[in-house]
């Protein structure tokens, strides 16, 4: 068994690696661009020596997952907060880390994350792509209502219907305000089908998952949001109560307390963006159409001041990750 920690980076990799029957270890610095990296693993395969992988979790290493996965070589994805505070050294260089990361593993100390699979990873993608073009599509919206105001029209939602769209375009307006109109109109005619075809890709993966429709029954709780939850939250093993879940999305408050007097900020805003994000879109629909989590929504809202309380969407989605997490894992 070869154990290689591997601190990863875009264009290279910094490895240490230890030879349990033998004794060897070394250091070596392996390059991406040029298929350094991918010769020197294929080489350990030929050879029939058993490898074990440790690095952190990163952007950009796909290719080189699906690489070990192909090779059969056994990979161990670590937390790297916890991989940090493991630091005792006041030194961190390339070489550095990646010796910490062998050390770790030679000692059992390795934080190990769960990992999601090949097809959780692609619908990622699908629920990524559809987000961004929902944003990219506000922009062009927002830039719209920006030009009509500017010739002293204020209509809202009422812009985007037919009547609305007509009176936009017979504006009288100044060349260049004229060509950027037609071309933001033209933008947003071309995006519109695209945004419908994916979220169509969303629902009929959720119709595919027991679980995913069962979190629909969820008040505020839509496809799009039930989706994400399931595939980003993965394993329910990994957590043992459904607190946690508000945890591991960052909605929980930031702690900063000592000599028994307790400081609390804004939300920790840790772990996935989109998840958080859609959570508190269902916690904002739920208080507007279900009286239960409406008169939840307003207690909260008494605890903050006055400027916060218009604005407690992400306190009530804490609220809504947890209760998701019981209905959907029987959580308490």
């Known amino acids: 068994m070869m154990i290689i920690g591997v601190d ?5 990799q910094a490895i240490a690696f230890f030879v349990e ?8 610095e392996l390059k991406h661009s040029d298929g350094q990296a991918e010769r020197f693993y294929r080489e350990l395969q030929q050879r029939g020596i058993r490898v074990r992988v440790g690095m952190e979790a990163t952007g950009y290493s796909r290719w080189f997952e699906r690489l070990l996965a192909e ?44 990992v999601p699979g090949p097809e959780n990873r692609d619908l990622r993608q699908l629920l990524w792509h559809r987000h961004r073009m929902v ?41 260049w305000a004229s060509r950027r109109r037609q071309e933001l109109l033209e933008l947003l005619d071309r995006m519109n089908p695209t945004i419908e075809e994916l979220t169509g890709a969303v629902e009929r993966e ?38 946690q879940i508000g945890t591991y999305v960052g909605l929980i408050p930031s ?32 208080a507007r159409i279900h009286p239960d989590w409406r008169r939840r929504y307003k207690r909260l809202a008494m605890r903050r001041h006055t400027v916060v309380s218009p604005h407690v969407n992400a306190p009530a989605a804490s609220i809504c990750a947890p209760s998701t997490s019981s209905l959907l894992f029987g959580f308490s």
């Open 255 to 286: 702690e900063d307390s000592s000599a028994g007097k307790q400081r609390l900020g804004h939300i920790s805003k840790q772990g996935s963006s989109l998840l958080r994000f859609l959570l508190v879109e269902a916690a904002q629909a739920a």
């Open 135 to 175: 944003q990219m599509r506000t922009r062009i919206m927002n830039q719209l209502q920006a030009l009509a105001m500017n010739e002293g029209y204020r209509w809202k939602k009422k812009l985007f219907s037919e009547q609305g769209r007509a009176q936009l375009v017979k504006l009288p307006l100044a060349p």
């Open 206 to 243: 959720a119709r595919k998952r027991p679980e995913v429709l069962r979190l629909m029954t969820h008040p505020g709780v839509g496809p799009l949001t039930a989706l994400a939850y399931v595939l980003i939250i993965g394993t329910p093993t990994r957590f043992e109560r459904g607190k």
């Open 71 to 114: 090779l059969g070589f056994e990979v161990w994805m670590g937390d790297p907060a916890e991989i940090k505070a493991k630091r005792v050294k006041k030194q961190k260089y390339d070489r550095e880390d990646a010796r910490l990361l062998l050390r770790l593993m030679r000692e059992n100390n390795f934080p190990q994350i769960w």
């Open 21 to 28: 029957e033998t004794g060897e270890c070394g250091e070596q």
């Open 8 to 12: 990863y980076h875009p264009s290279f």
